[in-house]
C-alpha cells in the first residue's frame, strides 16, 4: 500500500466564483494569503501555472523572470510547502487562439515554444522537475482548418524541444477530449502516452490523469490510472467529479458518484500510487453559491473523502472479492461493493 498520502491544488482553486452566465460573487485572495492556507487544509504542494508564479511574464526578461521564481520559492520554503509541477498557460494570449504548437502560423507556433522554455525556467527556479501540458487548444473547431497527421508531428516537435531545452525534467501530458476546443488531438490517455513514445526521451514523457476529463471522454477514470500505471507512466492526478457528458465542471472529488471515486483510490492504492512522491492532485473549483468564509471547503472535502475512501479501500474484503470472481458471482460482487460503500 502506498501508506501515506500528500495532496496538492492550484492556486486557481481558490476562486471568486465567476462563471460564463455571471460576474465574480467572491473577493479576490493574494497569492501569500493563498500559502497560508495549504498547510491549514492538510496539503504539501502547489501546483503552477507558469504565470501563477510570476505574473505578467510576457513583459519580463528571463533572467527577470527566474528572479520573481525564486522569490516566490522562498515564499514556498517559508509555509513548509513543495512545488509540484509547473504548467504553461497557453490558451489565453492571443497568439494561441488557434493553437499554440499546432498553430498554422509558424510565429505563433514559435511563441509557444518560447513560452514553455520560460515555464522551464521558472520550474527550475522553483526546485519543481515536473511540467504538465494541457493541451487546451490544440484541436480545430472544423476537420479542415488543420493536417491533423501534421499536428501531431508539431506537438512531437514542441516536446522535443522542451525535453532538449533541460534534461532534467518531466513531462505529462494532460488529456481532455474538447473544451476549449470543439476537438482536440491528444483526447484520451492512449492518445498522451502514444505521444510520449514518439519523443526522442520517451522515459521522461507520462501523464496526467483528470478524472473529469476522463467522464468527458467517456471513459471510466479508474481504468486510465490503470493503463498509465501499466506502462509506469501515471506522473500525478487531477481528482474531482463529474456530473454527465457536459462542460468541464471540477466538481468536488466523491460527490457525483461514489462507487466511481472509490474505485480511483482502489486502483492508485494497490499499485503504490504516491510511494515515489506523486502528490495526490486536486482540481476542483468552489460552487458558485459559497461564502468567502467557506470557499475552501470544496478542498478539506475533496481531500477528506479521499482518505476516507482510502480506508474503505483497505478494509474491503479481498479475500471475498477474489472468491467471488472465481466463482464468476458478478451479482454477488456487485452487492458486496454497494453494501461496503454503505457501511454494511
Given at each position: 500500500?502506498a501508506g501515506?498520502?500528500?495532496f496538492s ?10 462563471d460564463p452566465f455571471g460576474p465574480?460573487?467572491r473577493r479576490?485572495?493574494s ?5 497560508k492556507?495549504?498547510k491549514?487544509l ?7 501555472h507558469?504565470?501563477d508564479?510570476?505574473?505578467d511574464?510576457n513583459?519580463l526578461?528571463?533572467?527577470e523572470?527566474i528572479r ?6 522562498k515564499?514556498?520554503?517559508?509555509e ?8 504553461p498557460?497557453l490558451?489565453?494570449d492571443?497568439?494561441?487562439i488557434?493553437?499554440g ?7 505563433c507556433r514559435?511563441y509557444?515554444?518560447?513560452?514553455s ?6 520550474a527550475?527556479?522553483l526546485d519543481?522537475d515536473?511540467?504538465?501540458?494541457w493541451?487546451?487548444?490544440e ?5 479542415e482548418?488543420?493536417d491533423?497527421k501534421?499536428?501531431v508531428?508539431r ?18 501530458i494532460?488529456p481532455?477530449?474538447n473544451e476549449p ?10 492518445h498522451a502516452?502514444?505521444l510520449?513514445y ?5 522515459k521522461r514523457?507520462?501523464?496526467?490523469i ?5 467522464i468527458?471522454?467517456g471513459?471510466?477514470?479508474?481504468d486510465?490510472?490503470g493503463?498509465a500505471l501499466?506502462y509506469n507512466?501515471?506522473?500525478t ?5 463529474q456530473n454527465g457528458l ?5 466538481k468536488?472529488?466523491?460527490s ?6 472509490f474505485n480511483q483510490v482502489?486502483?492508485?492504492?494497490k499499485y503504490n ?10 482540481d476542483?473549483k468552489a460552487m ?5 468564509e467557506?470557499?475552501t471547503?470544496?478542498l478539506?472535502n475533496?481531500?477528506?473523502i ?6 474503505l479501500?483497505r ?6 472479492v477474489?472468491q ?9 460482487l ?6 461496503h460503500?454503505m457501511?454494511r
Amino acid at each position: 500500500m502506498a501508506g501515506e498520502y500528500r495532496f496538492s491544488f492550484g492556486p486557481w482553486n481558490v476562486h471568486e466564483g465567476a462563471d460564463p452566465f455571471g460576474p465574480t460573487v467572491r473577493r479576490s485572495l493574494s497569492f501569500a494569503k493563498k500559502l497560508k492556507m495549504y498547510k491549514q487544509l492538510g496539503f504539501d504542494g502547489v501546483q503552477f501555472h507558469d504565470d501563477d508564479a510570476v505574473p505578467d511574464m510576457n513583459k519580463l526578461s528571463a533572467r527577470e523572470i527566474i528572479r520573481k521564481a525564486k522569490d516566490v520559492r522562498k515564499l514556498l520554503k517559508g509555509e513548509g510547502l513543495t512545488a509540484e509541477f509547473v504548467a504553461p498557460r497557453l490558451w489565453e494570449d492571443p497568439r494561441t487562439i488557434d493553437g499554440g504548437y499546432t498553430s498554422n502560423d509558424p510565429a505563433c507556433r514559435q511563441y509557444a515554444k518560447d513560452r514553455s522554455r520560460r515555464c522551464i525556467d521558472i520550474a527550475v527556479a522553483l526546485d519543481c522537475d515536473l511540467i504538465v501540458l494541457w493541451l487546451a487548444r490544440e484541436g480545430t473547431y472544423i476537420r479542415e482548418a488543420k493536417d491533423s497527421k501534421l499536428a501531431v508531428d508539431r506537438l512531437v516537435d514542441a516536446l522535443n524541444d522542451m525535453l532538449a531545452y533541460n534534461e532534467g525534467i518531466r513531462i505529462a501530458i494532460e488529456p481532455k477530449p474538447n473544451e476549449p476546443m470543439d476537438h482536440t488531438y491528444i483526447p484520451t490517455t492512449g492518445h498522451a502516452m502514444a505521444l510520449g513514445y514518439k519523443t526522442k526521451d520517451h522515459k521522461r514523457v507520462g501523464v496526467n490523469i483528470e478524472t473529469a476529463h476522463a467522464i468527458l471522454a467517456g471513459l471510466d477514470p479508474s481504468d486510465e490510472m490503470g493503463f498509465a500505471l501499466a506502462y509506469n507512466k501515471l506522473y500525478t492526478v487531477h481528482l474531482n467529479d463529474q456530473n454527465g457528458l457536459k462542460f468541464d465542471q471540477d466538481k468536488s472529488f466523491g460527490s457525483v458518484d461514489l462507487r466511481r471515486a472509490f474505485n480511483q483510490v482502489r486502483i492508485l492504492d494497490k499499485y503504490n500510487y504516491g510511494a515515489k512522491g506523486e502528490f495526490v492532485g486536486l482540481d476542483v473549483k468552489a460552487m458558485r453559491t459559497q461564502k468567502i468564509e467557506t470557499s475552501t471547503r470544496h478542498l478539506s472535502n475533496s481531500r477528506e473523502i479521499f482518505l476516507n475512501l482510502v480506508d474503505l479501500v483497505r478494509s474491503l474484503d479481498e479475500g471475498r472479492v477474489e472468491q467471488l470472481i472465481a466463482d464468476r458471482d458478478y451479482e454477488e460482487l456487485d452487492l458486496l461493493i454497494v453494501n461496503h460503500l454503505m457501511g454494511r
